[in-house]
């Protein structure tokens, strides 16, 4: 069993918890994913590391409350405990001489973007982070990117905070101002990875994305984890999740990833829902 020794709403969608897991935390890096379990009658779900402490043996992670894990998890309170957390998987991301990077970040995307850039700024590279949202009500993070990055932009659909549009709007035109990136990490939701690949391309700027697609084993057993990458199937849990992004056939991405949406949706109409009710009753 592993214990949640920390838990932050960091907006009403989206929850940070730090889970002790010591020999998780032992091996984890930037770019590397686990698989959560909350009982034994729970689904696998795979998450993002957004961060460790080796010392304290823990690891955080930050998830939006998009199904019934999701939303089950977010019910746990500090000392509570869930039954599996294995990691850490995938690959994690390279940064060999990489030395100036915009980090680009949309949505609850930031939350893996966050130990990307950290990670970058560790090592002494020029960190420039993008962060995108609908609007001011949803932003996450903010303190931390400036942290760890010597540039920080943050962008909202509806201007309501930082500037009005666009991470690519933003990524174009520092680019054309002048900026020279060694490469470009983007980690968001799937379209967003796509317009920031076809926006470096004729720039000829190295881009890195996170793929999210649908996933179970975690160890390429399954093969529902499978996206082609420069015409080839590749496996984002043991060949990724990172994954050139003007290789990647994100159409095709898109596409898989919306296969169980009926289902999603039936899942969310059954259970969803009564936890919700449950929780309004608990607070009455």
Do not use: W
């Not at 214990?3 to 932050?8: C, E, F, Y």
């Not at 989206?14 to 729970?42: S, Y």
């Not at 992670?61 to 998987?89: C, R």
């Not at 420039?128 to 009500?137: E, H, L, N, P, Y």
């Amino acid at each position: 069993m592993f214990r949640i020794v920390n838990k932050k709403e960091l907006n009403p969608f989206v929850t940070l918890l730090e889970i002790e897991a010591p020999f998780v935390a032992k091996k984890a890096n930037a770019g590397q994913f686990i698989i959560f379990r909350i009982d034994e009658f729970g689904e696998r779900v795979p998450l993002t590391i957004a961060d460790y402490d080796r010392e304290k043996g823990t690891v955080t992670i930050i998830f939006q409350k998009v199904g019934l894990s999701t939303m089950l998890l977010a019910q746990k309170e500090v000392g509570d405990t869930i039954l599996d957390f294995s990691g850490p998987l995938g690959v994690a991301t390279q940064y060999h001489d990489l030395q100036r990077v915009a980090v680009v970040g949309g949505g609850v995307g930031c939350a893996i973007a966050y130990p990307q850039a950290k990670a970058l700024h560790n090592i002494g590279a020029n960190v420039d982070v993008i962060a995108g949202f609908r609007s001011k009500d949803i932003v996450i993070l903010e303190d931390e990117m400036k942290a760890v990055s010597d540039n920080y932009y943050l962008m909202t659909d509806d201007g309501t905070k930082g500037e009005k549009g666009f991470v690519t709007d933003k990524l174009k035109s520092l680019i054309e101002s002048g900026k020279k990136y060694d490469a470009v990490i983007a980690i968001g939701p799937i379209a967003m990875m796509k317009f920031v690949s076809i926006t470096t391309k004729p720039y000829k700027i190295k881009t890195i994305v996170s793929l999210n697609p649908i996933m179970i084993d975690g160890t390429g057993m399954c093969g529902g984890c499978r996206v082609t990458v420069n015409n080839r199937i590749r496996f984002a849990c043991i060949d990724g999740p990172d994954f050139d992004g003007h290789e990647v056939d994100f159409d095709e991405l898109i596409n898989r990833n919306g296969i169980y949406k009926k289902e999603e949706s039936e899942m969310a109409e059954k259970h969803i829902c009564r936890i919700q009710q449950q929780l309004h009753k608990e607070e009455k």
